[in-house]
């Protein structure tokens, strides 16, 4: 059984992330930060030109049909960059429109998702903030037109930037997916604070928000198995990218403990740190297998891919933790720093831990399905 990459998934980690290292530096994340959008639309067009955008969308709609496994190649060298932008909910979002959506929203949607026309966002957090799709808070109530959405979704990722939402609701029927102009009456963003500087958010407040009755995504009340689906993605997707970061910070270690002195000598010679860097890279190579063989399983819809997409996102969330902190410690008082820069992804890593579902929330899952 061989479980390396084929060339042409080597080419694309290679490509992204000589790419990345060019374009998505510290010294470019760093300007951004203060910047009212938060991310580069010159980088964001060229990601398109490069095909990225339109990675796991169908042909017919601009893009090139591959799976899970080149989705999560290319999140993990996002991830070792900090790359700030919509990819993640955008790639969530259009799965979601791709799986549910007619063929008319399909064919607003897609094509310009996979050009870079468009970005979406996925609100699936009501104010208790509870990953169940059934607990959503949400109401729809129908009009002579469609529906009025009233209720609160609390961090929506780059809502700011979205040219569509994807938000679960309680319609007459039951729960109910719906695409949400975030430019309408009745809808109001506010920008939440969180540790990663590098992640925008949004509280979005939907006050009688109309939405027209061709804006339902899939059939009204059926909106549960679609929306369970798409957070086992966001689960593997997430864990793909806390993935990423572990890797920049178990290197940025190493190469520290490389040229450090202390006692005339490397400090990476001494037992102390090489213990600890020989237990990072063990987390990081646990993580690796854990990310890749849940991104393998959802492609091949596998009888384990639910557990597996749970067991990577709780695994890698704790792992990333864990080797991002300890890099901290192997700098020593330097890595507690502004200035420095592994604060960058040990915020972003610890800032997706709690996206699509913590470590709690998925050990949940597993449980109920191992007992089941």
Not at 162 to 178: D, K, S
Not at 181 to 206: C, H, I, K, N
Not at 312 to 341: L, N, S
Request: charged share 20%.
């Amino acid at each position: 059984m061989d479980f390396a990459f084929s060339p042409d998934q080597r080419l694309l980690r290679d490509s992204a992330r000589a790419f990345l290292d060019q374009h998505v530096t510290p010294a470019t994340l760093r300007p951004l930060w203060d910047d009212p959008r938060g991310e580069s639309e010159a980088t964001w067009k060229e990601m398109a030109q490069l095909g990225w955008l339109g990675l796991a969308l169908p042909e017919a709609y601009g893009g090139s049909a591959l799976g899970m496994v080149e989705t999560a190649i290319l999140l993990d060298e996002l991830g070792r960059a900090a790359y700030p932008g919509p990819y993640l909910p955008t790639m969530l979002a259009a799965a979601a429109l791709e799986a549910a959506g007619g063929e008319a929203q399909r064919t607003r949607w897609l094509p310009a998702i996979a050009t870079g026309e468009a970005r979406a966002s996925l609100a699936l957090l009501d104010a208790d903030l509870d990953w169940r799709p059934e607990a959503a808070a949400t109401r729809a109530e129908k009009t002579a037109t469609g529906f009025a959405l009233t209720g609160t979704k609390r961090f929506v990722p780059w809502a700011h930037v979205a040219n569509v939402l994807l938000v679960p609701a309680q319609a007459p029927e039951g729960l109910t997916l719906f695409c949400v102009d975030p430019a309408a009456s009745g809808v109001t963003l506010a920008p939440a604070q969180t540790m990663d500087p590098g992640t925008r958010w949004s509280s979005v407040t939907l006050a009688r928000a109309p939405v027209a009755a061709d804006a339902v995504l899939g059939a009204p009340g059926q909106a549960g198995p679609l929306l369970a689906a798409l957070l086992r993605r966001g689960a593997v997707a997430a864990a793909a990218e806390m993935l990423g970061a572990a890797r920049r910070c178990l290197d940025l270690a190493v190469g520290y403990a490389k040229v450090r002195e202390q006692f005339g000598q490397p400090i990476g010679s001494f037992q102390a740190i090489r213990h600890k860097c020989a237990e990072m890279l063990l987390e990081v190579e646990n993580s690796h297998a854990a990310v890749y063989y849940a991104a393998w399983a959802l492609d091949a819809q596998a009888e384990d891919h639910e557990i597996a997409a749970s067991i990577a996102k709780a695994y890698v969330g704790d792992a990333a933790r864990k080797v991002c902190g300890e890099a901290i410690q192997v700098h020593g008082g330097i890595g507690f720093t502004w200035e420095y820069d592994l604060h960058i992804y040990f915020k972003r890593a610890k800032a997706l831990e709690a996206q699509y579902g913590d470590g709690d929330y998925h050990r949940e899952l597993i449980v109920r399905r191992v007992a089941a």
